[in-house]
Every structure is written in C-alpha cells, then in structure tokens.
C-alpha cells in the first residue's frame, strides 16, 4: 500500500490476497524481530494493527477494521505487566513476547503509535490513555533502568 501510495508498482489484488489470509487465519503475530521466534508478539500486533486500519480505508474494506480493533488491538492486553518486577515499576508496561518478559522501548514506541491511531479514528479516550502508558517508558527513559524499562533482566 505505501508503494502504490508513492506511485510505484505494488499490486492491489497480491496486497488484499495477504491480507484476506491475514484475516482468515486468525492474526498471524509472530516475532519480526530476529533475536526470537515467539508465536505471538506484541509489536507485531500493534504493526498488524496500522497496517489494517490504514488497508481498511485503502480498500474500503470494514472486516480489516474490524478485525484490527477486535483481534490485533485488543491482543496487546495480554502483555499487559500486572505486576512490578525486579524491584522496578513494571505494572502496565507491556513485556515483549513469552519468551522474553521484560519491556522494551522499541515495543512501547510501537504499541503508542498504535494506540494513537485508533485515538486518532475513534476520538475515544481510553485509546489516548493506553497511548499515554504505552509512550511512558519512553518519556522517562532510564540507562541503568531504574525505572523499569529497556534493561535486559530476563528471567525464565
């Protein structure tokens, strides 16, 4: 959709195909990144998410909005912290996959972008608060992570 957008050869029916196979299989969230292989990611919902709202207005196709809001959006709770971990104030932030449980920036970048775009569609508040939370760690970043975000204390 960005090529066509920026007048370069993209085909529309390879686009809808993948998507529609998207859609059908249930979400397909697994790990983007290179470093793990989890079946379920929560960057990969947030990106999922943007790119289904932004195909749902493309195509004019309400299931991919539907579907964007209700599976892709709504599956980023899952990763919600329920609890403060290592000492640090975690409770809210989102971990990154099951196989590696703690916050990142990028994830927490990603996931308040999401959360402002369907602020941005909807005008709904509870939308600008996840994105508000979301955006946190990065609004109080901390190198040694003091404050619970970015250090790597994996544990398993």
Same mark, same amino acid.
């Given at each position: ?15 809808? %195909?993948?998507? =529609? @196979? ?33 195909? &749902?207005?493309? #195509? ?6 539907? #579907?964007?809001?209700? =599976? ?16 640090? %104030? @975690? ?7 099951? &196989? ?31 994105? &508000? ?8 970043? &901390? ?14």
């Amino acid at each position: 959709l960005a090529l066509r957008q920026r007048g370069m050869e993209a085909s529309e029916e390879a686009v809808r %195909a993948a998507l =529609d @196979t998207f859609v059908r299989r249930g979400g397909i969230y697994g790990s983007i990144n290179h470093d793990t292989y989890d079946a379920d990611e929560n960057v990969a919902r947030a990106e999922a998410f943007r790119l289904l709202l932004a195909a &749902s207005h493309w #195509f004019e196709q309400a299931e991919y909005r539907t #579907f964007a809001y209700e =599976d892709a959006l709504a599956g980023l709770e899952r990763f919600k912290m329920r609890e403060d971990r290592n000492g640090v %104030a @975690t409770r809210g932030l989102l971990y990154m996959e099951d &196989s590696w449980d703690t916050a990142n920036m990028w994830e927490h970048a990603e996931a308040a972008l999401a959360y402002l775009d369907a602020y941005e569609e909807t005008v709904e508040e509870r939308y600008l608060c996840h994105a &508000s939370r979301a955006a946190g760690p990065l609004r109080r970043r &901390s190198a040694s992570g003091r404050r619970g975000c970015t250090t790597e204390n994996h544990n398993h």
